[in-house]
Each structure stands twice: as C-alpha cells, then as structure tokens.
C-alpha cells in the first residue's frame, strides 16, 4: 500500500463511510484534477461523475478559478468578519441578492457560513427567532419526507431520514414531516410502472398537495402553527433524488404563504445552474417564478473550489433583529471563517462564468445530450426509475420493475454498481439503489457517453440480465 494509503487507514475517519469495510481496501488517493477528470497518486484517471461530492460546477483547475484564487490569496486569505468588511464579501453579497430576483420579490441580505449544513442551521434560528419576536411562543417547522438538510443538530432535526437519524432522535427537536412527492413509489399513484420517469405517466390528483394542506391546517387547528416550510425545489437530493412533478413546488408554496409561514428553500444542492432553465435562473426557485423568505446555499456557491455556504433573506427577517445595543436583538450566530475572502473570491469568479452567455449555451446543450444519452439504460430491466433534471439524474434500480420491489439495502446493489463504474473510470456515489450522474458543467460530449456507457456496462456487469428492447 501506498504511503499516503497507509497515512489514511491509519489517521482518517471518512464521513459517511463504514471505516471497518474502507480498512479492508486500498484507498484511492486524488492528487490532481483537470476538467472532468481527476487522477489518483497511482496515475490512473477518472471522470467525476458526481461534481465531487455535487460541488464542481465548471471543472477542475479552471484557468479563471485558480486566477481568482490567487490574486485573491496575493493580497489576504481571511480576515474576520467580526467586525470588519470585506470586498469579495461584499460584491458576492451583491450578487447573490441580484441573480436570486423573481420580479421584484426576492431576499435582500446574506449571511455567509460554511458548508450546507451551517446554512441551513442559520435559517432555522434566524426563522425561528423572527417568529419568536413577532408573538409566536412556540414556532414550528415542516420539511418533507426523505428530507437530508445536513448534519448539525437543527439541521438534522429538519431532516427526516431514519438511517441517518434516528441514533440522534434524542438529541433533537420535533419537527412535523410530509410526504414528498415520489411519483415512481406514491400509494396514490395509479398508473402501472412504464419505461419512463413516472412523473411523465403518473395518474393521481396531486394527493401529495392536499397532504400539505392537511399539516398546515391541522396544525392551525391544534393551536401548534406551523411557521416554517423547509423544501428542495425541484429535486430532493439525498432522499434519492426525487424529482417533483412540475406544479407541486408553486402550489406547495402557496399553500405555506396562505398559512403566513416562511419558505426556506434549501438550494445547497440545486442551486447554481444545475436543476434550472438557464434562461430561467440560477436557482430552482427561479423555475416556478418562486419568491423564498431564505434561501440556504452551499456546495455549488464556489464553483466546488472552497468551502463556503450563505443564508439569504429578506428586509422583514433582517429588521426583525435592528434595535439598540441595549435591547440585545442580535442575532448571536457566526463562524470564524464567516464571509472568508478567498472564498468569496472564488464565488465571485464562479458566479462570472455561471452567467456568461457561454456558460448558458454549454448547459442548454448538455442537458439536451444528458437527456438523450440516458434513455439507452432503459434497456436494463433493473432500472425502475430515472428522474433527471437539469444536470442531475437519479437512476433507481429495482428487483423487478413490472412490480417496482426493491433491492434491500444489505445487497449493496448500488455500492456494487459505482465500484464497476470505478473499475472503468467513472467515480460517483450511490444513494442506497439510486445511482447518481451529476456531471460537471464542462463535460465535453464524449466524457458525458464515458459516463452512461461504464453506467450501462456496471449495470449488465453487477446485475446481468437480457436487454428489454
Ligand atoms: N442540504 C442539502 C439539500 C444537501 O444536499 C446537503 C449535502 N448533501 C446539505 C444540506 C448539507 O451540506 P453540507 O454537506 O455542505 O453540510
């Protein structure tokens, strides 16, 4: 074994990993990337199917990035924001505000932290206290089934996946959930399983909704308000990528500013080109002319170069904590890498190339190619489901897709599936069954067909089987 190898299984605990299955391996150690491709320290190459982790948005090592970066780190790396501004934060705050306007509406102020998780953690508190001081005793919050919102406390007490969670359920706060609209597995959908996204085929009268509905107002009615409605638009990712039947994000809104809650959008997956028309916008907001109350922002924000995440929000939330010193209406929340310089550097460089007209075109053309290529794996009888938006695509494998049984999650099937992509160059990660294809924004034309075609082979290779025609 290699010394960094050994370095790693001797020092390094990963996230999210079973450590007593990674100790029975080698580790694949990256030490450089370039574009879509990343390269181990044993020279082999890889395409980066999954953006790292969903973060890279125009490649690795992009010219314009690593420039930003350094002219940035010329000058300062971090100063505190405790005190004291700072031009990239300053110009990215400004940015962010613009390019997340609907119309007129839209947030007004940022407040910058991390990663996803913090993001959302400061949403939570920030919605919370609003309501606290505007006479609500006991605010509340409903997020969806499935929801991952990261792994702080609150944020996972806004989540609602049991594996993850449930070892923590005394750690946390109560939270109300309803059910997300999972097409392909809704007990009210009606439509038999077809060869296609069952958002395309679905028979049902948007139950879904109407289970919303029913949480606001039972909740109205218990005396317990609900004053926070916590969604993924468009796509929930770590639940599987579940794609939203369009319509349901507009009306699911309406129905929390019926209820006089706040939306929060978390949008540290979907945010930053990859779910929205990108005539339509950055954000998947933006897609439904939707107007949120936060936005939480992370994983794309830097192009997948740094890590840092911003909480948006809006001119009532914001003057709900002006008053005098005296009076203690501060919002007592922040990090010491809060509105970091070289971050916001790369954030800025990122967001300059997001919104330059060939940036549009590239992805216009890539999600027409995504689209196309993945209709071929429809000839695997285990694929049960393939929800893509955008520049995002879960593919859901089944035991049987006439009767959509599931593999159980002891069969690895997934895991099983991204190690032979591994062993013909294309790294991703699975979410249970659902294998992931996230490309990065660069990805040339014969790259994409690299990445569905080691899908195609690992699929026939893991489970083999006749192709359905
Ligand atoms: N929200 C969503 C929708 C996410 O997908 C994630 C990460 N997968 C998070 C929050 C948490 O982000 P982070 O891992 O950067 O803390």
């Given at each position: 074994m290699q010394k960094i190898a050994q370095l790693d299984h001797e020092y390094v605990w990963h996230p999210f990993t079973q450590m007593k299955d990674w100790l029975r391996e080698e580790p694949i150690v990256i030490t450089r990337g370039k574009g879509v491709t990343i390269w181990d320290s044993r020279g082999r190459k890889y395409l980066d199917a999954n953006s790292s982790i969903w973060t890279n948005l125009h490649g690795h090592a992009h010219p314009k990035m690593n420039r930003a970066i350094n002219a940035q780190l010329k000058k300062i790396a971090h100063s505190s924001a405790l005190g004291l501004a700072n031009e990239p934060a300053a110009l990215l705050a400004e940015r962010l505000i613009k390019s997340n306007k609907v119309g007129e509406n839209g947030p007004t102020k940022v407040f910058f932290s991390d990663d996803g998780s913090t993001a959302m953690e400061v949403a939570l508190k920030l919605s919370y206290e609003y309501w606290r001081r505007t006479g609500v005793s006991k605010p509340r919050f409903l997020s969806m089934e499935g929801a991952y919102h990261g792994d702080t406390v609150g944020a996972v007490s806004l989540g609602h996946v049991d594996l993850f969670h449930r070892a923590f359920k005394n750690l946390l706060f109560e939270t109300d959930s309803a059910p997300a609209p999972y097409c392909y597995r809704c007990p009210h959908n009606k439509a038999e399983p077809q060869r296609a996204d069952?958002?395309?085929?679905?028979?049902?009268?948007?139950?879904?909704?109407?289970?919303?509905?029913k949480k606001f107002s039972e909740a109205n009615r218990s005396g317990k308000r609900i004053t926070g409605f916590v969604v993924e638009p468009l796509m929930q990712g770590a639940a599987g990528m579940i794609a939203q039947p369009e319509g349901w994000l507009t009306r699911v809104c309406q129905i929390a500013r019926n209820y006089r809650a706040h939306v929060i959008a978390d949008e540290v997956m979907t945010g930053f080109g990859r779910v929205t028309d990108p005539a339509k916008g950055l954000f998947a907001m933006q897609q439904e002319d939707l107007a949120a109350d936060f936005v939480a922002v992370a994983k794309g924000l830097t192009g997948g170069y740094l890590p840092m995440a911003?909480?948006?929000?809006?001119?009532?939330?914001?003057?709900?904590?002006?008053?005098?010193?005296?009076?203690?209406?501060?919002?007592?929340?922040?990090?010491?890498?809060?509105?970091?310089?070289?971050?916001?550097?790369?954030?800025?460089?990122?967001?300059?190339?997001?919104?330059?007209?060939?940036?549009?075109?590239?992805?216009?053309?890539?999600?027409?190619?995504?689209?196309?290529?993945?209709?071929?794996?429809?000839?695997?009888?285990?694929?049960?489901d393939m929800r893509r938006v955008g520049l995002v695509a879960g593919i859901e494998l089944v035991r049987n897709w006439r009767t959509r049984e599931a593999f159980e999650l002891r069969e690895r099937v997934g895991i099983r599936v991204c190690n032979a992509m591994t062993k013909r160059g294309v790294l991703t990660r699975p979410i249970g069954n659902v294998i992931v294809l996230m490309p990065p924004y660069c990805t040339p034309a014969h790259e994409l067909a690299k990445m569905i075609g080691a899908l195609e082979e690992s699929l026939f290779e893991v489970l083999p089987a006749e192709s359905l025609s």
């Open positions: 069952a958002r395309s085929y679905r028979k049902c009268d948007f139950e879904c909704v109407t289970a919303v509905e911003a909480t948006l929000t809006t001119r009532p939330v914001f003057e709900a904590f002006l008053g005098e010193y005296e009076e203690f209406k501060t919002f007592f929340h922040g990090h010491s890498y809060t509105g970091n310089q070289l971050g916001a550097s790369a954030a800025l460089a990122s967001l300059g190339l997001l919104q330059s007209r060939q940036s549009l075109a590239e992805r216009t053309k890539l999600a027409t190619r995504f689209d196309r290529g993945l209709q071929r794996l429809w000839k695997h009888p285990n694929v049960g």
